[in-house]
T-cell receptor, first 112, second 113 residues
Framework: SQQGEEDPQALSIQEGENATMNCSYK?????LQWYRQNSGRGLVHLIL?????REKHSGRLRVTLDTSKKSSSLLITASRAADTASYFC????????????FGSGTRLLVRP | DADVTQTPRNRITKTGKRIMLECSQT?????MYWYRQDPGLGLRLIYY???????NKGEISDGYSVSRQAQAKFSLSLESAIPNQTALYFC????????????FGPGTRLLVL
């Protein structure tokens, strides 16, 4: 399988705490994207980081990318109960950026 | 109105039956995709299309076929459904040249008995 790995598989934190999720991938990439999925629903794009970028911010989200280690992390700061969802990384291949290879996802539970 | 719609949202069928899942989009995107998601796993690509009459196999195309009837419509068919095709199916779209951010439909939950 080409699927990436995400770590941890599940994460439970208290509201207000930070949540960090990690992703590893196998191919050379054009970019790395993070998506959010509320239970049983479609995925929603959160943030994209290009292969020549190392860090990117969007509101309470911070993404890092280490292409030498083929890994990325997503940090959600000051988490809220509404952040409860599954989070997936998706690697866009260097030769075929339209083809996303998804990780297995991290299930985040934010307790009020 | 949702930009990417899927019908039906839920479907129960029996082994051996042929079924079709439909996807429509109003985003004006040229690229469309079909994925399946199994419990606890990420999405896997079944088929994708860059334009009408352009069809490409993804990672797991066996047992599936697709049709791109118009730029806005992309259908997925299971020719003879089997129980291990029970899954959540998602359609997605993207626009060429927009760094391939994909926009997903709400999904179709399929149960094959």
């Amino acid at each position: 399988s080409q699927q990436g790995e995400e770590d941890p598989q599940a994460l439970s934190i208290q509201e207000g705490e930070n949540a960090t999720m990690n992703c590893s991938y196998k191919t050379s990439i054009n970019n790395l994207q993070w998506y959010r999925q509320n239970s049983g629903r479609g995925l929603v794009h959160l943030i994209l980081i290009r292969s020549n970028e190392r860090e990117k911010h969007s509101g309470r989200l911070r993404v890092t990318l280490d292409t030498s280690k083929k890994s990325s992390s997503l940090l959600i700061t000051a988490s809220r109960a509404a952040d409860t969802a599954s989070y997936f990384c998706a690697a866009a291949g260097a030769d075929s950026s339209y083809k996303l290879i998804f990780g297995s996802g991290t299930r985040l539970l934010v307790r009020p | 109105d949702a930009d990417v719609t899927q019908t039906p949202r839920n479907r129960i069928t029996k082994t051996g039956k042929r079924i079709m899942l439909e996807c429509s989009q109003t985003k004006g995107h040229d690229r469309m995709y079909w994925y399946r998601q199994d419990p606890g796993l990420g999405l896997r690509l079944i088929y994708y299309s860059f334009d009408v009459k352009d069809i490409n196999k993804g990672e797991i195309s066996d047992g599936y076929s697709v049709s791109r009837q118009a730029q806005a419509k992309f259908s997925l068919s299971l020719e003879s459904a089997i129980p291990n095709q029970t899954a959540l199916y998602f359609c997605a779209t993207s626009k060429r040249g927009m760094e391939e951010t994909q926009y997903f439909g709400p999904g179709t939950r399929l149960l094959v008995l």
